[in-house]
Antibody, heavy 121, light 107 residues
Framework: VQLVQSGAEVKKPGASVKLSCKTSGYTFTTFYIHWVRQAPGQGLEWMGI????????IYEQKFQGRVTMTRDTSTSTVYMELSSLRSEDTAIYYC???????????????WGQGTLVTVSS | EVVLTQSPATLSLSPGERATLSCRASQSVSSYLAWYQQKPGQAPRLLIY???NRATGIAARFSGSGSGTDFTLTISSLEPEDFAVYYC?????????FGQGTRLEIK
């Protein structure tokens, strides 16, 4: 099982960023995918979840209106777009698969390698 | 949302010693608590889920206990590769949240 994320991004305040998480080694549509971020030197913050089967999503209230999670079943890839970026969004963004099939148990295993997003003018 | 408080913030021990890390929840999370290890420059790795179940491939020296609001991660005899940051995380309700982490450093 592998989750391979896209490369680092540098964005200006107010811009949007779209990150990818390409999965392999398992049946893409049977495991939920989460996004978790980590600001420099800080802890972990859950952002949301997507069901790759139907595309259903649940977002953390803090990010409602700014985050969109989508998926492409033809390439087994999940995307996370964050808009209206501000400096506080500078962080490493991780995708993580849910541990068990067919249910959103919110146990994160395994994780992608992370994508650094830097927001700076 | 459930607030998880980890203690201590930093734990200084020597290889071979026993490590005891704590995580306290602001309300009961039943047994729905996980522990992750994060090394510098790496993604977190699942160690323990549902309070006491070791994840696949995790060494037997790692064990978890607790229920309700108080949880413990124990490393029975520290190996050099165990020095890292450890996070607890609940899955009792939405949103899942993490503790602020305990840094385990070499004394």
């Amino acid at each position: 099982v592998q989750l391979v994320q896209s490369g680092a991004e540098v964005k200006k305040p107010g811009a949007s960023v779209k990150l990818s998480c390409k999965t392999s080694g398992y049946t893409f549509t049977t495991f939920y995918i989460h996004w978790v971020r980590q600001a420099p030197g800080q802890g972990l913050e859950w952002m949301g979840i997507i069901n790759p089967s139907g595309g259903n999503t649940i977002y953390e209230q803090k990010f409602q209106g700014r985050v969109t999670m989508t998926r492409d079943t033809s390439t087994s890839t999940v995307y996370m777009e964050l808009s209206s970026l501000r400096s506080e969004d500078t962080a490493i963004y991780y995708c993580a698969r849910d541990r068990d099939q067919y249910v959103d148990r919110k146990i994160f295993d395994p994780w992608g390698q992370g994508t650094l997003v830097t927001v700076s003018s | 949302e459930v607030v998880l408080t980890q203690s201590p913030a930093t734990l200084s021990l020597s290889p071979g010693e026993r490590a005891t890390l704590s995580c306290r929840a602001s309300q009961s999370v039943s047994s729905y608590l996980a522990w992750y290890q994060q090394k510098p420059g790496q993604a977190p790795r699942l160690l323990i889920y549902d309070a006491s179940n070791r994840a696949t491939g995790i060494a037997a020296r790692f064990s978890g206990s607790g229920s309700g609001t108080d949880f413990t991660l124990t490393i029975s005899s520290l190996e050099p590769e165990d020095f890292a940051v450890y996070y607890c995380q609940h899955r009792f309700n939405w949103p899942p949240t993490f503790g602020q982490g305990t840094r385990l450093e070499i004394k």
